[in-house]
């Protein structure tokens, strides 16, 4: 029996090309601290992207992604709000999981102001707030947080016990600073100056 040994090389090849599509396609390799996050832009296209601890920041409200108020100038949607917006508005229910956007340390917790019951996080030039979460905090000053550890959780419109809190709604009852509803404010500055969240995603 003759062998066609152009014929067997040939087969060879393409069975070795099969199977190194079928590894590619199924078996995808998923690499340590780094985190795949979906979001959809206002226009809702879908947008994929992978960001590692030194890439960039981290979405940090996994799930939600509908910005209700963009970062910079606006009509002040409440009684206490700036018409400068220096973050973005994530809406959510309360008790939603907010996770760290980047590594670093709590350097403040507590009720800010418009922002309500607020999370502080620095690393190097970069200063990110998370407002208008829950008052059960989960971090303290001092603690070191990784990208992507869960950080807060999204608070109740109205809250009680701070003393030092100015806002209130229509019924007279102490609102989570100057907010209308349940959402996560998420400020960026970088060297002590307001940045789009938005451009660092």
């Known amino acids: 029996m003759m ?5 067997i090389l040939k087969n060879y090849f393409i069975f070795i090309i099969l199977i190194s599509l079928f ?16 979001e959809t832009t206002n226009s809702s296209t879908p947008i994929n992207k992978v960001i590692s601890p030194t890439s960039g920041l981290c979405w940090p409200l996994p799930g ?10 606006r009509g002040a949607p409440t009684a206490g709000a700036t018409n400068f917006h220096g973050g973005i508005d994530l809406p959510a229910p309360p008790g939603t999981n907010i996770i760290s956007a980047i590594s670093g340390k709590v350097v403040r917790t507590g009720f800010m102001g418009s922002g309500g019951c607020s999370v502080v996080v620095e690393n190097n030039d970069y200063t990110v707030i998370f407002h208008h979460i829950s008052p059960n905090f989960l971090v303290s000053p001092g603690d070191i947080v990784s990208q992507g550890q869960i950080i807060a959780q ?24 100057a907010t209308t509803g349940p959402h996560l404010h998420f400020t960026v500055k ?5 940045v789009d969240p938005m451009s660092l995603f």
């Open 3 to 7: 062998y066609n040994f152009s014929n």
């Open 64 to 73: 939600y992604t509908r910005i209700s108020s963009p970062f910079g100038y």
């Open 23 to 38: 590894i590619c396609i199924f078996f995808i390799p998923f690499y340590k601290n780094t985190t795949i996050i979906s």
């Open 154 to 177: 999204v608070g109740p419109k109205n809250v009680y016990g701070f003393s030092n809190n100015p806002y209130k709604d229509a019924n007279g009852n102490p609102t989570n600073g």
């Open 190 to 194: 970088i060297a002590g100056k307001y």
